[in-house]
């Protein structure tokens, strides 16, 4: 089936490690999102692109790093810069702006937490 | 984007039509309406999206205001595991512009469908 691919669902960092998240999508869509989601809030947005080798930061970049070398990838680093990172990661992918008005799909996230 | 109000709680009887307002009363001309959806420790799931006619798909219906500035989503005969938080989204597609592809999620309405 045609879907978002996250992994793992949990992790644990320790301090000072970078982790990376794993996204994966095979529904050949050209844009993908980055959002965290903290316990009783709204998707704030880190990181998107809207084709193979170009990201663009969202609003709260620092901390995390992106790449996007396949068109079906969109691995999140988080680093020890991020101070804060215990939250609730969700990757997004949506058709693209060729055609307005496409929506997002999401994975069923990644739940990091610091040991 | 424009912002968006919906109740913080609604309930609903297994069986029973679920009907969920939302009002954007400062939406724009090419702002679209989006309703997701997010079961405990999942990621969103899209509903329905439309711009100013109403739309119906397998899972809900939706219905926009004439003047746009309220929409309704409709769950026809809602059952338990419909019981989520929904959110309501009005977004643009910006060509290249720096909010692009972002989703604003708010607070959303809890529905919690009852046997």
């Known amino acids: 089936d045609g879907g978002i691919t996250q992994s793992p669902k949990y992790l644990f960092r320790k301090e000072g490690q970078n982790v990376t998240l794993s996204c994966e999508q095979n529904?050949?869509?050209?844009?993908m999102y980055w959002y965290r989601q903290d316990p009783g809030q709204g998707l704030r947005l880190i990181y998107y692109?809207?084709?193979?080798?170009?990201?663009q930061k969202g609003d709260i970049a620092e901390g995390y790093s992106v790449s996007r070398e396949k068109k079906e990838s969109f691995p999140l680093t988080v680093t020890s810069a991020q101070k804060n990172p215990t939250a609730f990661y969700l990757c997004?992918?949506?058709?693209?702006?060729?055609?307005?008005?496409?929506?997002?799909?999401f994975g069923d996230g990644t739940r990091l937490s610091i040991l | 984007d424009a912002k968006t109000t919906q109740p913080t709680s609604m309930d609903c009887a297994e069986g029973r039509a679920a009907n969920l307002p939302c009002n954007h009363s400062?939406?724009?001309?090419?702002?679209?309406v989006y309703w997701y959806r997010q079961i405990h420790s999942q990621g969103p799931q899209y509903i329905i999206h439309g711009l100013k006619n109403n739309e119906t798909n397998e899972m809900a219906s939706l219905i926009i205001t004439e003047d746009r500035k309220s929409s309704t989503l409709i769950l026809p005969h809602a059952t338990l595991r419909d019981t989520a938080v929904y959110y309501c989204i009005v977004r643009v597609l910006y060509a290249g512009g720096t909010s692009y592809g972002k989703l604003t999620f708010g607070q959303g309405t809890i529905l919690t469908v009852h046997p």
């Open positions: 400062t939406i724009s001309g090419n702002e679209y």
């Open positions: 997004a992918s949506s058709i693209g702006t060729q055609r307005a008005g496409q929506p997002q799909h």
């Open positions: 692109s809207q084709i193979v080798n170009d990201f």
């Open positions: 529904l050949n869509h050209d844009a």
